[in-house]
């Protein structure tokens, strides 16, 4: 995991509970929302650790080397 990966899921995470308590909602009690932001978080770091590969997958018919051989090699 890189650490911008990272850093953007925790902010995501922390935009999602910004977003949801500036709206007022009424279900939204301070313990639902401490629930709603641990959650938000937890998904966000496995998202961005198993979700997300930064890496690119090899190509499915990579040539091999050759190599030749020149001269004997008996002796």
């Known amino acids: 995991m890189c650490v911008g990966c990272a850093m953007a899921a925790a902010s995501a995470a922390s935009g999602l509970r910004t977003w949801l308590q500036t709206h007022n909602l009424g279900w939204l009690t301070p313990k639902r929302l401490r629930a709603i932001t641990i ?29 030749h051989v020149t001269g004997s090699t008996a002796r």
């Open 39 to 67: 959650g938000a978080m937890c998904a966000a770091g496995l998202v961005s650790t198993v979700g997300v590969s930064g890496s690119t997958p090899p190509a499915a018919h990579a040539a091999l080397p050759v190599h």
